[in-house]
């Protein structure tokens, strides 16, 4: 089992330019979740998805967009980088609610020149 | 307004003595914690939680106190070992509702 997989590991943008980070996991889990870290800030979480279909907004969802394609993918679009946007970026997967434990990919650490 | 504080950004640990590292929470409301460790270039993986029903809650080398009428947490980890160097993040939810995490903190291990 691969667990939880993001691509692309890193990427770099300039202002204006869109992107898409694609997550994937492989545990037949119902949730999943995009969060971002930044240095001294912790983990924030910025969409969640309970389940195909659904998606819900988290502390910071501002300035993106997310997708979840099936059960197994969860996608988070930037339509337009902003620098404020650098940052690293988690894509997590649990099997039912948030308190559900939650498995984290390896991440994206993503540059908005 | 930080809902979940880990006041110390970094804390140094000689080998095979007790780490302690603290969490303090403002939402009384939140019953459920947890501990996520992280190491560089890697994704956070789960530690140890605890329901606010319990006080402690221990899974060998780790456990994790929880004071509900002062609103904090502790991990402790007993002995250290050079491995548990990494950031360690606090964690708490209300109910369903999604976890909030502490900025983290960092351990090292001193040989």
């Known amino acids: 089992n691969a667990g939880v997989t993001q691509t692309p590991k890193f990427q770099v943008l300039k202002t204006g330019q869109s992107m898409t980070l694609q997550c994937a996991q492989d545990?037949?889990?119902?949730?999943m979740y995009w969060y971002r870290q930044d240095p001294g800030m912790g983990l924030r979480l910025i969409y969640y998805s309970a389940s195909e279909g659904t998606t819900d907004k988290g502390e910071v969802p501002n300035g993106y967009n997310v997708s979840r394609l099936n059960k197994r993918e969860f996608s988070l679009r930037l339509e337009s980088a902003a620098p404020s946007q650098t940052s690293v970026y988690f894509c997590?997967?649990?099997?039912?609610?948030?308190?559900?434990?939650?498995?984290f990919g390896p991440g994206t650490r993503l540059t908005v020149l | 307004d930080q809902q979940v504080k880990q006041n110390s950004p970094s804390l140094s640990v000689q080998e095979g003595r007790i780490s302690i590292l603290n969490c303090d929470y403002t939402n009384s409301m939140f019953d459920y914690f947890l501990w996520y460790k992280k190491y560089p270039a890697e994704g956070p993986t789960f530690l140890i939680s605890i329901s606010s029903i319990k006080d402690k809650n221990e899974d060998g080398r780790f456990t994790v106190f929880l004071n509900k009428s002062a609103k904090h947490l502790s991990l402790h980890i007993v002995p250290s070992q050079p491995g548990d160097s990494a950031v360690y993040f606090c964690?708490?939810?209300?109910?369903?509702?999604?976890?909030?995490f502490g900025k983290g903190t960092r351990l090292h291990i001193l040989p």
């Open positions: 964690a708490a939810s209300q109910g369903d509702d999604k976890i909030i």
């Open positions: 545990m037949n889990h119902n949730s």
């Open positions: 997590a997967s649990s099997a039912g609610y948030y308190t559900d434990t939650q498995y």
